[in-house]
C-alpha cells in the first residue's frame, strides 16, 4: 500500500480508536450484565442463564414483539413505496430541476425535525379535542378516537411515514434520475408499456435503493421508542408497547438492569440478522 493511500487512513485513526474503543466498552458492560445482576443498594450476583429462561416465559415481551413487528413492517412498507410513488412521480411528472428542488425540499423539512419536535406536534393533531377531530366536526362528520386502544399504533405508524417516508423517496429519487434517458427513449421506439418500461428499465436501476431504505427504516422502527413516550407512553394499556418501549421500561421504569441488558442484547442480535438476510438480498 501506498503512502498517499494510508495517509487518509492514519488521519482517521484517532477517532475510530475512540469509537470502536466506547462500543467495545458498552458491547463489554452489556454482555456482563446479562450474567450477573446488581440489585439497587445490593451486591453483584451471578445468575447465569436465568434472564434467557426467563424470556421464554415472558408472555408481555412476546405481545411487544408482535407489535414490533406490526408497526415496523406496516410503517416501513408504506413508507417505502410512497417514497417510490412520490419519486417516480416527480421525475415524471415536473420537468423543471427547481420546481424538483423545491418539491424535495418540502418533503425533507419532516425529516429534518427532531423527534421531540413531530411527536408534540402529533399530539395536538391526534388529541380527542386535536386539530384532526376538530376539522371533522367542522366537517359534520364524527371525530376518532385516534389514540384509543384499537386506534392508537396506527396513529403512531402515520406520525412515522409523515415524518420518514422522505428517506426512501430521497434515495430513490438520486436512483431514478440516475437512468440513461436513451433507455427510455429505446423503450418509446419499441412501443413498450409504462409497466413494461417500469420492470424492464427502471426497476433494475431502483430495486438496489429501495433495498437500502427498507433495511434503514426498518431498523429504526424496529427500536425506534421516542413517539411511543412522547405520544402514548405505551398506552392506552399496552397498546402501543414495542420491545424498544419494553426494553426503556425494564431499565428506567422496573429498574431491571440486568433483564433489560438482555433484552438489548437479543435485540442487538436480531437487527443484525435482519441486516445480513437484507444485504445477501442487496448483493443477488
Excluded: C
Aim: net charge positive; hydrophobic share 55%; no cysteine.
Amino acid at each position: 500500500m501506498s503512502r498517499k493511500n494510508i495517509f487518509p487512513i492514519f488521519l482517521q485513526l484517532p477517532i475510530n480508536i475512540i469509537i470502536f474503543s466506547l462500543v467495545a466498552y458498552v458491547l463489554g458492560w452489556l454482555i456482563y450484565s446479562v450474567f450477573y445482576t446488581t440489585p439497587p443498594g445490593g451486591q453483584t450476583t451471578f445468575i447465569g442463564l436465568n434472564n434467557f429462561i426467563t424470556v421464554l416465559s415472558d408472555a408481555r415481551l412476546f405481545n411487544a414483539v408482535l407489535r414490533t413487528a406490526y408497526y415496523a413492517g406496516l410503517g416501513t412498507a408504506l413508507e417505502v413505496l410512497l417514497g417510490m410513488i412520490i419519486a417516480l412521480g416527480i421525475v415524471n411528472l415536473v420537468s423543471s430541476n427547481i420546481r424538483r428542488f423545491i418539491i424535495l425540499i418540502i418533503f425533507l423539512i419532516p425529516m429534518g425535525l427532531s423527534e421531540a419536535i413531530v411527536s408534540h406536534l402529533w399530539l395536538m393533531l391526534l388529541t380527542p379535542q386535536g386539530y384532526l377531530n376538530s376539522i371533522l366536526r367542522y366537517m359534520g362528520l364524527q371525530p376518532v378516537g385516534w389514540l384509543t386502544e384499537s386506534m392508537a399504533l396506527n396513529s403512531l405508524i402515520l406520525a412515522d411515514v409523515w415524518q420518514w417516508t422522505s428517506l426512501p423517496l430521497l434515495l430513490m429519487y438520486a436512483a431514478r434520475v440516475s437512468i440513461p434517458q436513451d433507455l427510455y427513449d429505446m423503450a418509446k421506439i419499441e412501443r413498450l408499456s409504462a409497466f413494461t418500461t417500469f420492470r424492464v428499465v427502471t426497476w433494475p436501476y431502483i430495486k438496489n435503493a429501495l433495498i437500502v431504505a427498507t433495511l434503514l427504516r426498518f431498523i429504526f422502527m424496529y427500536n425506534t421508542i421516542d413517539k411511543i413516550v412522547l405520544i402514548t407512553f405505551g398506552g392506552p394499556g399496552l397498546a402501543t408497547e414495542t420491545i424498544g418501549y419494553y426494553i426503556w421500561m425494564q431499565s428506567f421504569s422496573y429498574r431491571n438492569i440486568s433483564y433489560s441488558a438482555t433484552l438489548s442484547l437479543l435485540t442487538l442480535l436480531s437487527t443484525a440478522v435482519l441486516a445480513y438476510v437484507f444485504w445477501k438480498s442487496l448483493k443477488r
